[in-house]
């Protein structure tokens, strides 16, 4: 693949071979399933991937080691040895345990193994050192707690062996016990036990996937000749290639390939390879033609804030165009995060619906949580899932799986200021890597998805005492209430809750609402008069009119608090007309072609009745 290279060993391999001299058994832990670029000395040093038992066995040959054998539940037994062959000591120590390689086991089996390889005698015969890899440690003992009497027997073992261990040569004969962390093993045997190496295996770093990108670029589909051509594909590939395995990297070569994606589009087939989707709705030409028309159609959707709308336009042009992020350099973020602040009932919700439709076709197509859901500490185990062992583990969180199934989403969280203060930690990592890790261990990709949150702050303000007064009424202009909207905003983030890191990723896309005015509040309690007429005649077929004097009687009374915005103007018109409606239509049910002419209202103790001809 390369030229050989000077010790490019990495950081936990070179940690392993020093402590082989020191350590009787090694603990595994991380980034054990990936694979890993490393000088094969088979090959004279030249660098190739290896997976994580072939890397370790050319650690061990450096070492004079006789052979390494594996076991992994379901495979069994497996060699490597020089040239292939089964040495004596180790055909001895099979048949010490009476294993046969590529058998399943017993765990009382896989006990007896362990301790024929463990074996004092070898030193004293003169015979070089063995190794025993456990590939899936993890599997052969659940927690402690519910351990069976052969597990809790097998680990007792290990840990007696750890410390009657006795050199072999310049090291031991050595186990290793690979596992995802290392609390998969019992405490009592991981803790305190100073024979026991434990060594993390990180994920790969940017200059791992440098060098597996350099490797990797001549395999895509149309790779530039140029060399230097070449090492800009790389260096894309590479960066957009962040919180990846290497083994990811090559998988995603092969999608390339296979999708005939060209060598220049390296980040659509990481991001069909991340969420599962070849066809990029953010670049499809049905988009673009919706958002020539946007402002204007959202403007009717959502009544009296054309500022906030054209702010909001602004930002999706930059996830259109794939300049979100440009200016930070970032690949993994979202393709848009929005902060909606602004006065209750002023449409904060309804233009994230509406951007739902006009991004994918759909306004279903967001997720919506309301955050005041969400105050304790344990309702995180609802967005991202239980962790093991907690019931309901296997069912996934509600967030992690609406984005594993549809990738393409506007996730809405609304009022995010009632969050439990822990969950801001998920919504750092979600602006930031663009992903989320579930409770099952899953890694699940929010780069697709557009990020609205919402809140009310800034509208209502504790006073010096404490009690809740007006920072902005609708007397304020527009400007005036975005100012005080956004230095409140700032405070809270940064002095109250004490996360001035998330403020700073949400800051230039915070979209302030304006109040509701007169005008615009006439409009809206229009149309859902006009939603009432065509329903009566949806279901009875008979028209609904009202005379001048009770038309404007029912907007008064719908538009005479304005301090709960739209919400409050419908709520208005449900008690004033719809009821009482209601019930008339209940007593005297119309016939179709008849009309329905609503003269006045009146009001009976706390009720209202229609007076209808």
């Given at each position: ?39 094969d000395p088979a090959a004279g040093g ?69 301790t024929a390889v463990v074996d004092p ?493």
């Amino acid at each position: 693949m390369t030229a050989p290279e000077a010790d490019c060993r990495p950081p936990w391999l070179r940690e392993v071979d020093l402590a082989l001299c020191a350590h009787p058994q090694i603990v595994l832990a991380g980034n054990v399933h990936d694979l890993y670029r490393l000088p094969d000395p088979a090959a004279g040093g030249a660098v190739r991937f290896m997976n994580l038992a072939e890397g370790l066995w050319s650690v061990l040959r450096s070492h004079e080691y006789g052979a390494m054998l594996t076991y992994t539940s379901g495979v069994g037994v497996r060699l490597f040895a020089p040239a292939g062959k089964q040495p004596p000591e180790v055909a001895a120590a099979l048949r010490t345990a009476g294993a046969e390689p590529g058998r399943q086991l017993p765990l009382s089996m896989v006990r007896d193994v362990l301790t024929a390889v463990v074996d004092p005698e070898r030193e004293r015969a003169g015979l070089p050192p063995i190794a025993l890899v456990m590939a899936d440690a993890a599997r052969l003992c659940v927690t402690e707690l519910l351990a069976s009497p052969e597990e809790r027997l097998l680990m007792a073992t290990a840990d007696r062996l750890s410390y009657t261990a006795t050199p072999v040569g310049a090291g031991y004969n050595t186990v290793f016990w690979v596992v995802d962390g290392k609390h998969d093993l019992p405490a009592w045997f991981v803790t305190g036990n100073h024979t026991l190496r434990v060594t993390a295996i990180p994920e790969p770093d940017l200059e791992s996937r440098e060098k597996t990108a350099a490797d990797l670029v001549d395999l895509l589909p149309g790779a530039p000749p140029d060399p230097e051509e070449r090492a800009k594909l790389a260096k894309r590939f590479a960066d957009a290639s962040h919180g990846m395995r290497l083994r990811s990297m090559r998988d995603v070569v092969r999608l390339a390939t296979a999708s005939g994606l060209k060598g220049d589009r390296i980040e659509d087939a990481i991001r069909a390879y991340r969420v599962g989707v070849p066809d990029n709705p953010w670049q499809s030409a049905a988009l673009r033609a919706r958002l020539l028309d946007a402002e204007e159609n959202l403007g009717a959707r959502v009544l009296g804030q054309s500022d906030a709308v054209h702010r909001v336009l602004d930002i999706l042009a930059r996830s259109v165009t794939g300049l979100a992020g440009a200016h930070t350099g970032s690949r993994n973020a979202p393709r848009g995060v929005l902060l909606f602040a602004g006065p209750t009932g002023v449409g904060k919700t309804e233009l994230a619906k509406a951007l739902a439709e006009l991004l994918f076709g759909d306004d279903n197509a967001y997720l919506r949580f309301d955050m005041s859901e969400f105050a304790a500490e344990h309702t995180e185990a609802r967005l991202i899932g239980a962790p093991p062992g907690f019931v309901g583990h296997d069912a996934g969180g509600e967030l992690t799986n609406g984005i594993r199934q549809q990738p393409f989403r506007v996730v809405l969280f609304d009022e995010i200021e009632k969050a439990h203060p822990r969950l801001l930690d998920k919504f750092l990592q979600i602006l930031d890597d663009g992903r989320l890790t579930d409770g099952q261990g899953g890694t699940v990709y929010f780069t697709e998805a557009l990020i609205v949150f919402t809140t009310n702050l800034g509208i209502i303000v504790p006073d010096d005492e404490g009690k809740p007064t007006e920072n902005v009424t609708a007397d304020f202009e527009l400007p005036e209430i975005e100012e005080r909207v956004r230095e409140y905003i700032e405070v809270f983030f940064r002095y109250q809750l004490g996360r001035p890191e998330l403020f700073n990723r949400v800051r230039q896309s915070i979209v302030v609402f304006d109040f509701l005015r007169e005008e615009v509040a006439a409009e809206i309690a229009a149309r859902a008069i006009t939603r009432v007429v065509n329903t009566v005649f949806r279901l009875y077929g008979a028209k609904l009119e009202f005379s001048g004097e009770a038309r404007e009687e029912l907007r008064e009374h719908a538009t005479f608090d304005l301090s709960n915005g739209g919400r409050g103007i419908v709520s208005a018109i449900e008690s004033y007309l719809v009821n009482p409606l209601a019930r008339a239509l209940f007593s005297t049910p119309p016939e179709p072609g008849d009309t329905i002419t609503v003269e006045r209202f009146e009001q009976e103790g706390q009720n209202w009745t229609v007076v209808v001809k």
